[in-house]
């Protein structure tokens, strides 16, 4: 690899300079040749620069009313002008579903609110329901089981004797001597 040289002691100086710190000498405390007045350099240097007051920005003529309601709109042929006098809410929601839904009946509000009443139907009650009329009977043959049918216990004697202890041989061998190269040394005498 070409500069892995030059490269690595960049790398040993980048480190250098990362560890390295400023070696700072505790001079004491100096106090100032004058006395401190306590002014600043805004209360010093500030120029002061004269603005006069701003003006609003709004028009002369005042406010604009026009002399129709919604005369630049589109939803103007869509508006009602319905004179509201003293109309109770359940009146008012009223002309506003007929408003909506012109179908709707001036009764009909009423009912909307109302739980149904119980009307008996005419006539007795079947009882026969569409299971017990129409229901056909199909003919299936029976599944058999999948399960064995028949498990024969067997009246031998308990055997504790498994594969590995029955059939087990042990083979002729010995050990395999080390690889591991002995140590010829010797701590002296004297030191230990």
């Not at 000498?25 to 106090?31: F, K, R, S, T, V």
């Not at 010093?44 to 026009?66: A, W």
């Amino acid at each position: 690899v070409r500069g892995g040289k030059a490269r690595r002691n960049l790398q040993l100086l980048h480190e250098l300079k990362l560890h390295t710190k400023a070696v700072r000498h505790d001079a004491g405390w100096i106090p100032l040749a004058d006395p401190f007045k306590g002014e600043s350099t805004y209360t010093t240097e500030f120029l002061k620069h004269s603005c006069g007051v701003r003006q609003p920005i709004g028009s002369d003529q005042g406010v604009l009313q026009s002399v129709e309601p919604f005369i630049n709109n589109k939803s103007r042929s869509n508006t009602f002008n319905d004179p509201i006098n003293e109309v109770s809410e359940v009146m008012l929601i009223l002309m506003i579903q007929q408003r909506i839904n012109p179908t709707l009946k001036n009764g009909m509000f009423n009912q909307i609110n109302k739980p149904d009443e119980y009307r008996a139907q005419p006539g007795d009650m079947d009882l026969n329901t569409m299971y017990s009329t129409e229901y056909t009977d199909k003919l299936m043959q029976k599944v058999n089981a999948i399960k064995p049918t028949e498990r024969r216990m067997i009246d031998a004697k308990f055997q504790a004797e498994t594969t590995y202890r029955g059939d087990y041989r042990k083979w002729p061998g010995s050990k395999p001597p080390s690889m591991r190269a002995q140590s010829g040394y010797e701590p002296p005498v004297h030191l230990s």
